[in-house]
């Protein structure tokens, strides 16, 4: 059960460049959709999140952009820093009959951001 | 800045004992949740958890599992009967409101031998 797909399991990019990670999901009732950092040992960190009524949303460095049509949403990060080294989840929620807050998760993209 | 904190960070038990994972929530959070990553594969979502009650659990949690808010601040898993397939990193997740970021803990690494 696959709702939602990271298909590239790594990314490397050098610093100050732009990284570019992806996140596909499959249920359309999913209307609210986060990034989550992770470094080893540690839980998830909170990094952005947007809502089905955008198309777009920033925060510093960090922008995601949803694609409801195509069902895709994809995180930029410019300038790259070698401290964004870390895997990257992409989340989804619904706003369903249950509503209560539970996020489908992707397996995670690993960023390698070289100096 | 408030944080998600969780105890202990590893646990080793035998196979077929009774295990709980501790957590305490940020406080002013009404909305919990358990997650748990088996190594290499995704986090997936355990039972959610408002008002004192379950509001959603997955096919994972099944009546082997329970949790419990026992005060005012802190939100338990207990395991009854470990299995092989348990270990795994167990992270505990807070909220409030519903829709807003969930803040997650360090995770309890469970290892079952």
């Known amino acids: 059960d696959q709702q939602v797909k990271q298909n590239s399991p790594s990314l490397s990019v050098q610093e100050g460049r732009i990284s570019i990670l992806n996140c596909d999901y499959t249920n359309s009732m999913f209307d609210y959709f986060l990034w989550y950092k992770k470094y080893p040992a540690e839980g998830p960190t909170f990094l952005i999140s947007i809502s089905s009524i955008k198309d777009k949303n920033e925060d510093g460095r960090f922008t995601v952009f949803l694609n409801k049509s195509a069902k895709h949403l994809s995180l930029h990060i410019v300038p790259s820093q070698p401290g964004d080294s870390a895997v990257y989840f992409c989340?989804?929620?619904?706003?369903?009959?249950?509503?209560?807050?539970?996020?489908?998760f992707g397996q995670g993209t690993t960023l390698q951001v070289k100096p | 800045e408030p944080e998600v904190t969780q105890t202990p960070s590893h646990q080793v038990t035998q196979m077929g004992q009774e295990v709980i994972l501790r957590c305490v929530p940020i406080s002013n959070h009404l909305y919990f949740y358990w997650y748990r990553q088996i190594l290499g594969q995704k986090v997936e979502f355990l039972v959610s958890f408002y008002n004192n009650e379950i509001s959603e659990k997955s096919e994972i949690f099944d009546d082997q599992f329970s949790v419990e808010r026992p005060d005012g601040s802190n939100f338990t898993l207990k395991i009854r009967s470990t299995k092989l397939e348990d270990s795994a990193m167990y992270f505990c997740?807070?909220?409030?409101?519903?829709?807003?970021?969930?803040?997650f803990g360090d995770g309890t690494r469970l290892s079952i031998l």
């Open positions: 989340a989804a929620s619904s706003h369903g009959s249950s509503n209560t807050g539970k996020l489908i």
């Open positions: 997740a807070s909220s409030d409101p519903l829709r807003t970021p969930q803040h």
